[in-house]
């Protein structure tokens, strides 16, 4: 094959150990490509065989033998010979020499670092103790003075240092990068996942409708058919009754004409002068006979209102319903037979507001009686739409937004809302997704977790001025975060099911662990007085750890008696040092000692059916605020 052909099939070739790409040589030989120093000195330190010539060649004489081993203090291969004049030399006697077919892995090593000897003709005695800053390429001694004398040099340690600096800085960046990519392709490969898992769900979607669609189908044939055999059995009654009394009269009248017919036949004076009476009333009585009516069915129609699309669409679209929100008129009253609007904005993955034109929006606006408004929607084609109607009645009115088949519902409330200790509004901070938890550090800042935002934690001023982002490697699905006296974050990973603890910058992991033959995730993590109170839902305890991540005791376990749990979430330790425990499902708080004695319980009136308390904290002036879930409601408890 000619040079230019492999060319055109292929024109580089890349190096299996570092995937450089190197431009194939125009030569039909490899010898001028770059090599790798430390892949030549195992081979030189090996005396690999190419062939049935080994490499290394004794360095003592002149008639080029083979190696059989290398003396450390005159960094010389020997050959057999050589070696045994070595040996009865008293110079050399005591050197430290090993034969080459008996290296260990730290003679290697050495034989690596042996100093490295000039190629240069008549120099090969010379050491590369040099380096050409103008040419740069080691030099020895001799070439200082022959081809390099009037050019910079410096001393090959010194040099190497100082470009080592540059390759650790140049590998702290590749470092920093590769991370970066590893990160991406975490990222990559969870959006692959889930993608997989999207589709797999709506794929599953689709067959469990065509299903139900197939089976309501066949309930509705059923239910036809038995209509139609009810209407066939009515229809056929009343033909047959009406057909029974036609044969009825036909069947008289027949018997009358047969024997009327039968007297005239025999044509008997006596027998027609006595008959004739009887007959004559007879033809009387059956002519004058009401003649039923001809039944005539009514006509059958099975209707097909609307016919069946079997066509429903697949949407394949870049938009994030949970990310889309709806954004109305707060500003602006909403008056009775008066024309309003709100606007809903569709986002991508990351929170940044698209249009896709395939993107299906569906709005019911529903009064208190159940009456349905109508709405205009309007696509504007920039990833908002405007929905407009007419509220024909005072009161609430229910809003269901659909996008693409999945409702809006948590878009209105992406933002945190800071209230003063009396409960009054002060400001709101606004975000692209739902924050998870919150928690203030002690100087003050505000700290939350957005966990759909690649578990984001975000720092805002009290003033609600956003600081900073710390985003982290060490949590794969945080759950609840907390600030221990220390600044330190405690944060519960429900992925792994352990509990972390970052540095107050967050850059370092200071601890992980998790509780010993437990498989249940942890929900929310305090910490105070060198002890860890750690929640755990489905396993209806709280656990206690010492300060190292030592498991100690369980506090409760599932019942509803007092010390014992439903579903315990939030955590909060009182200036009293009492443990005051969510238990959710129990519809109560459970105050403890920090061992675990029970002390008391808030229930009964304050937590009615529906209304289950699930987190917890302690304001300036030292009372209870409890977070209420399905009440979208806050409650307020003085402690004593």
């Given at each position: 094959m000619q040079?230019?052909?492999?060319?055109?099939?292929?024109?580089?070739?890349k190096?299996?150990?570092?995937?450089?790409?190197?431009?194939?040589?125009?030569?039909?030989?490899?010898e001028?490509?770059?090599?790798?120093f430390?892949l030549?000195r195992l081979?030189d330190v090996l005396a690999?065989?190419?062939?049935s010539?080994?490499?290394?060649?004794?360095?003592?004489c002149d008639e080029n033998?083979?190696?059989t081993?290398y003396?450390?203090?005159?960094?010389d291969?020997?050959?057999a010979?050589?070696?045994e004049?070595?040996?009865?030399l008293?110079?050399s006697?005591?050197?430290?020499?090993?034969?080459?077919?008996?290296?260990?892995?730290?003679?290697?090593?050495e034989l690596i670092?042996?100093p490295?000897?000039?190629?240069?003709?008549?120099h090969?005695?010379q050491p590369l103790?040099f380096?050409?800053?103008?040419?740069?390429v080691?030099i020895?001694?001799?070439?200082?003075?022959?081809?390099?004398?009037?050019h910079?040099k410096?001393?090959?340690k010194k040099a190497?240092q100082?470009q080592?600096?540059?390759?650790s800085?140049?590998?702290?960046?590749?470092?920093?990068e590769?991370?970066r990519y590893?990160?991406?392709?975490?990222k990559?490969?969870?959006l692959?996942?889930?993608?997989k898992?999207?589709?797999?769900?709506?794929?599953?979607?689709m067959?469990d409708?065509?299903?139900?669609l197939?089976?309501?189908?066949?309930?509705h044939?059923r239910k036809m058919?038995?209509?139609?055999r009810e209407i066939?059995e009515?229809?056929?009654?009343?033909?047959?009754?009406?057909l029974?009394?036609?044969?009825?009269?036909?069947?008289?009248l027949?018997?009358?004409?047969e024997?009327?017919?039968s007297i005239?036949?025999?044509?008997?004076s006596v027998?027609i002068?006595?008959?004739?009476?009887a007959i004559?009333?007879r033809?009387n009585?059956?002519?004058?006979?009401?003649?039923?009516?001809?039944y005539?069915s009514?006509?059958?129609?099975?209707l097909?209102e609307?016919?069946l699309d079997?066509?429903?669409?697949?949407v394949?679209?870049?938009t994030?319903p949970?990310?889309?929100?709806?954004?109305?008129?707060?500003?602006?009253e909403?008056?009775?037979r008066?024309?309003?609007?709100f606007?809903?904005?569709?986002?991508d993955p990351e929170?940044f507001?698209?249009?896709?034109?395939?993107?299906?929006?569906?709005?019911?606006?529903?009064?208190?009686e159940g009456?349905q408004?109508?709405?205009?929607?309007k696509?504007?084609?920039?990833g908002?739409?405007?929905v407009t109607?007419t509220?024909?009645?005072?009161?609430?009115?229910?809003?269901?937004?659909?996008?693409?088949?999945?409702p809006?519902?948590?878009a209105?409330?992406?933002?945190?809302q800071?209230?003063s200790?009396?409960?009054?509004?002060r400001?709101?901070i606004?975000l692209?997704?739902?924050?998870w938890?919150?928690?203030f550090?002690?100087?003050?800042?505000l700290?939350t977790?957005?966990?759909?935002?690649?578990n984001?934690?975000?720092?805002f001023?009290?003033e609600?001025?956003?600081?900073?982002?710390?985003n982290?490697?060490?949590?794969?699905?945080?759950?609840?975060?907390?600030?221990?006296?220390?600044g330190?974050i405690?944060?519960?990973?429900w992925?792994?099911?352990k509990?972390?603890?970052?540095?107050?910058?967050e850059?370092?992991l200071?601890?992980?662990?998790s509780?010993?033959e437990?498989?249940q995730?942890?929900?929310c993590?305090?910490?105070?007085?060198?002890k860890?109170?750690?929640?755990?839902y489905l396993?209806s305890c709280?656990?206690?750890?010492?300060?190292?991540?030592?498991y100690?005791?369980?506090?409760?376990f599932?019942g509803?008696?007092?010390g014992q749990f439903n579903?315990?979430?939030?955590?909060?330790?009182d200036?009293?040092?009492?443990?005051?425990?969510c238990d959710?499902?129990?519809?109560?708080l459970?105050?403890?000692t920090?061992?675990?004695?029970?002390?008391?319980k808030?229930?009964?009136?304050?937590?009615k059916?529906g209304?289950?308390?699930s987190s917890v904290a302690i304001?300036?002036g030292?009372?209870?605020?409890?977070a209420?879930?399905k009440n979208?409601?806050?409650s307020?408890f003085?402690?004593i």
């Open positions: 040079t230019s052909q492999r060319r055109q099939l292929k024109a580089t070739i190096c299996p150990v570092c995937q450089t790409s190197f431009q194939i040589p125009e030569t039909d030989t490899f001028n490509l770059p090599s790798s430390h030549n081979v690999l065989e190419d062939g010539v080994q490499s290394q060649r004794c360095n003592s033998n083979t190696a081993c003396c450390f203090v005159c960094q291969f020997l050959c010979s050589c070696f004049a070595h040996q009865r008293k110079a006697r005591g050197h430290r020499n090993v034969l080459i077919d008996k290296l260990q892995a730290q003679d290697v090593q670092h042996r490295v000897m000039c190629s240069e003709q008549y090969e005695d103790e380096y050409c800053e103008d040419c740069k080691l020895c001694h001799k070439c200082t003075v022959v081809s390099h004398d009037r910079s410096t001393d090959t190497a100082e080592k600096m540059q390759m800085d140049a590998v702290a960046k590749v470092k920093a590769m991370v590893e990160s991406e392709v975490k990559q490969t969870d692959r996942k889930k993608n898992i999207e589709i797999l769900n709506e794929e599953k979607k067959r409708t065509v299903e139900k197939i089976r309501d189908l066949r309930e044939e058919k038995d209509k139609f066939y009515a229809e056929q009654k009343h033909h047959a009754t009406r029974e009394n036609f044969e009825l009269v036909a069947t008289q027949k018997s009358c004409f024997r009327c017919q005239l036949e025999r044509n008997f027998e002068l006595q008959t004739n009476h004559l009333g033809r009585e059956l002519l004058n006979v009401r003649k039923p009516n001809l005539m009514p006509h059958i129609h099975y097909v609307k016919e079997l066509m429903d669409p697949v394949v679209t870049k994030d949970s990310k889309c929100l709806a954004e109305g008129q707060d500003s602006k909403v008056k009775e008066k024309e309003t609007y606007v809903i904005v569709t986002k929170g507001q698209c249009y896709q034109q395939d993107d299906k929006i569906k709005v019911d606006i529903l009064t208190s009456d408004l109508k709405t205009d929607i696509d504007i084609e920039d908002k739409y405007t109607y509220p024909q009645c005072a009161g609430q009115h229910r809003v269901d937004i659909l996008v693409n088949g999945q809006l519902t948590d209105p409330n992406q933002r945190i800071l209230l200790s009396e409960g009054k509004f400001r709101e606004k692209d997704d739902a924050p938890s919150v928690a550090t002690d100087s003050g800042d700290l977790l957005v966990p759909e935002s690649g984001k934690l975000r720092v001023s009290e609600g001025h956003f600081i900073k982002h710390l982290d490697k060490h949590l794969d699905e945080p759950g609840r975060l907390s600030i221990a006296s220390d330190c405690i944060i519960t990973d992925s792994d099911k509990i972390k603890v970052l540095s107050p910058d850059n370092d200071l601890q992980s662990f509780a010993p437990c498989d995730s942890p929900f993590s305090i910490y105070h007085q060198d860890f109170f750690v929640s755990y396993a709280v656990k206690v750890f010492d300060k190292t991540g030592v100690l005791h369980d506090i409760g599932e509803s008696n007092d579903g315990p979430l939030g955590l909060i330790i200036k009293y040092n009492r443990l005051i425990v959710t499902l129990n519809r109560r459970q105050l403890f920090l061992s675990g004695t029970f002390l008391s808030i229930d009964g009136k304050y937590f059916i209304i289950r308390p304001n300036s030292g009372s209870l605020i409890v209420e879930a979208s409601r806050v307020v003085c402690l």
